[in-house]
């Protein structure tokens, strides 16, 4: 067993993604967006793994070291990810267009409507605007935040490995879709104007405002394929379904409204979440395999 420090499987996949993004606007910083700002960012990120791995393998050396100290370093390099999830995302619009320097939107909605022979990002939610079917999809879609909070902290409290296994595959599965949209820029539903009124217009209750102010007030454009949204709450679902049968059930439900969701709320082409669903089964079991590769390397 190796006496020195220890990079956990969520540090290595942190370091590999900030790494890639370092690279990546180097590489193309004529083509990023105040990279001067971001690029340090992503650097202290990177610093910021080494220095809780550092710290907790130097404070590991002495006998009389905190408990406490030790136990806070631990639970926070487990889930420090989650902190960053938001920055990775509303990030993106920084360096998604240093390949394709156009919206690649025109794809994606001539597959929807293919399949539909209309746009269901626009027809969908401007077709029922009753408040409370408007309230009902919007509180769906917000689900997935305390979801993402939630679940991984519970399962902390109450069964470490259950905790090891979802927390990893959110990280993973964030990081997959995070460097699809590095390199595809797609606004989703919102590149059309109108849509893009639409989801900043208060069109129910409480829920309703509540996302229009979000989407008011958020400047990111970009990352809608695969549907993070979708992938996310999949991922979580299944994790559920795995550790607390009764919230996977819960959440199986919530995960059927909240795919709609995000094309009835205009966030999303139809393709987004269905590949957003593909992307969140596949990236799950695939999370675990590299999980157990990373771990027995630290073993």
């Not at 130097?58 to 487990?78: G, N």
């Not at 995070?178 to 129910?204: D, K, N």
Request: include cysteine; aromatic fraction near 22%.
């Amino acid at each position: 067993m190796s006496h020195g420090i220890s990079f956990s499987p969520i540090d290595k996949i942190t370091v590999a993604y900030c790494a890639w993004i370092c690279i990546y606007m180097l590489l193309g910083w004529h083509r990023t967006v105040n990279p001067g700002h971001h690029f340090p960012v992503y650097l202290g990120i990177l610093t910021m793994v080494f220095l809780f791995a550092w710290t907790e393998h130097r404070l590991r050396m002495y006998p009389d070291a905190p408990e406490r100290l030790l136990k806070l370093i631990s639970f926070v390099r487990s889930i420090y990810p989650v902190a960053l999830f938001g920055y990775f995302f509303v990030s993106g619009f920084v360096f998604n267009r240093i390949i394709f320097q156009e919206w690649q939107d025109p794809f994606f909605y001539k597959i929807d409507i293919a399949m539909f022979g209309y746009y269901p990002s626009l027809v969908w939610g401007t077709t029922f605007t009753q408040p409370l079917v408007q309230d009902l999809f919007h509180f769906a879609y917000f689900c997935y935040y305390p979801m993402i909070a939630g679940l991984p902290i519970y399962l902390y409290f109450t069964n470490k490995e259950g905790f090891r296994e979802t927390i990893f595959g959110l990280t993973f599965v964030f990081y997959l879709c995070y460097f699809i949209y590095s390199i595809l820029p797609v606004i989703g539903g919102r590149y059309f104007p109108e849509a893009m009124e639409f989801s900043r217009q208060s069109t129910g209750y409480f829920f309703s405002d509540l996302m229009a102010f979000i989407y008011r007030t958020s400047t990111h454009l970009g990352g809608a394929f695969p549907s993070s949204h979708v992938a996310i709450t999949i991922v979580l679902t299944i994790s559920a379904l795995r550790h607390l049968r009764k919230v996977g059930i819960l959440f199986c439900v919530i995960a059927f409204f909240l795919t709609i969701a995000t094309v009835f709320c205009h966030y999303h082409w139809f393709i987004d979440s269905i590949c957003g669903l593909l992307t969140g089964i596949g990236g799950y079991y695939l999370a675990l395999w590299v999980n157990q590769k990373l771990t027995k390397e630290i073993e």
